[in-house]
Structure formats: C-alpha cells, structure tokens
T-cell receptor
C-alpha cells in the first residue's frame, strides 16, 4: 500500500467544486505535487509547492495543506477535468519519492 | 523542455530492459531526471532519479536491479532494469525532476513507452 492515501473515486457536477485529498505523515515536512492523467496520456503537473501552478494550468486548480493532508481543489469543474489525479511527495523517512494510488474524478 | 523515451517494446523474462530518454530544450546538466512507470490499469511508481552531478537515488523496492545513467554528450539519460519478470510490464515515463528542501515535483514528462515482459 502507498504511504500517500487517496480516495479511489470522486464525482462532481459540472461547474461545481471538488476537493481531492492526499494523506501521509511525510506531508508535514514536504509539499505534495499533483498530476492530472487523462486516459492514454502522460501525467501533467497541475499544482506544486505551497500552491503554485505551471504556466498553462487554469487557475481553477489550487492546492493546500493542513497537517498531514494535502488537497487539490478544482473550482468550477469542466468536462475536460475528468481524469485520474495523483499526488506525490517523499516517503515517511524522506529518502525517496512516492505517489498516491490516484483518484478518478468523474464530472457529471 | 521535451522528453522522448525510446527502446524495445518487448523484453524476455530474466533479461535486461534498457530505455533511453532524449531531452531537448534544456541541458541535461540543468535538472535532476527521473524514471516513473505505470503497469496497465494501475498507478504510478517512481523508479529513481539521477542528479545534475550524477548521483543516483532509487526506489528501495527496485534498487538491486536498477541503474540510471546520464550521457551529457548526447543530452540523454538511460534506464537499465535487470532480471525482468512479467511484473515489470508497464508504460515507462521519463521526467524532469525538481529536488529541493521542501518543494519537489516532476515538471516535464515524456509521452511514455510501453514495455512488455510476457511470462
């Protein structure tokens, strides 16, 4: 099992807000990064650091952390946001990287 | 920055998987570089990275079988995974990697290449 725990699935109505969480002890020391992966495509970085986005990522994607839980929020979800989302950070002792198992987001 | 994986799509069990990642738009010495894999229908697994100075860190679960090298002359880096089994069947991605004190992420990704190791 992963050291980063994500809910397997979440659904959101078109235009509404969804929060995807990632829980792990290591998140008290390291920021999570978040990746969107559409079917058949490579992952794409959407949020990193405290709450930064690469150029080209819409501002409806935002990140936050509280204690041992990081969250990716999609505000005003679009049909195009339907994808798998993975968080990543360091393992518990900080000597290598790990990914969460992923959350599949369905836009209704 | 663009990355492109290349290598055989089929490897026999017990043999060695060898992949190359070609980097354009950045000097290989400017970043850390990672390999990440994804078995069919499953999640992402980090394999390891090589630093801008050539130091390597590997996933403990694969460490005994993995080597990552950089070839500065060709702006490429490579992955070698020895003694493969069917469990190593996956899409393999290369990615540029930012490694810092608390902020770390995989910034640019290749399109991935499927490597099958049928039993």
């Amino acid at each position: 099992s992963s050291e980063l725990t994500q809910d397997p699935t979440v659904s959101v109505a078109l235009g509404q807000t969804v929060r995807i969480t990632c829980q792990g002890d290591n998140l008290r020391s390291y920021h999570a990064s978040w990746y969107q992966q559409r079917p058949g495509q490579a992952p794409v970085l959407v949020v990193f650091g405290r709450n930064d986005r690469p150029s080209g990522i819409p501002d409806r994607f935002s990140g936050s952390t509280s204690g041992d839980t990081a969250a990716l929020t999609i505000s005003g979800a679009q049909a195009d946001d339907e994808a798998d989302y993975y968080c990543s950070s360091r393992n518990r002792i900080g000597d290598h990287f790990v990914f969460g198992a992923g959350t599949r987001v369905t836009v209704l | 920055v663009q990355l492109e994986e290349s290598g055989p799509g089929l490897v026999k069990p017990s043999e060695t998987l060898s992949l190359t990642c070609s980097v354009s738009g950045a000097f290989i010495s400017s970043y850390f570089w990672s390999w990440v894999r994804q078995p069919p229908g499953k999640g992402l697994e980090w394999i390891g990275y090589i630093s801008d100075s050539g130091d390597t860190v590997y996933n403990p679960s694969l460490k005994s079988r993995v080597t990552i090298l950089v070839e500065k002359a060709t702006n490429q880096f490579s992955l070698e995974l020895r003694s493969v089994t069917s469990a190593d069947t996956a899409v393999y991605y290369c990615a540029s990697t930012i490694v810092g004190a608390t902020v770390e992420y995989f910034e640019h990704w290749g399109q991935g290449t499927l490597v099958a190791a049928p039993s």
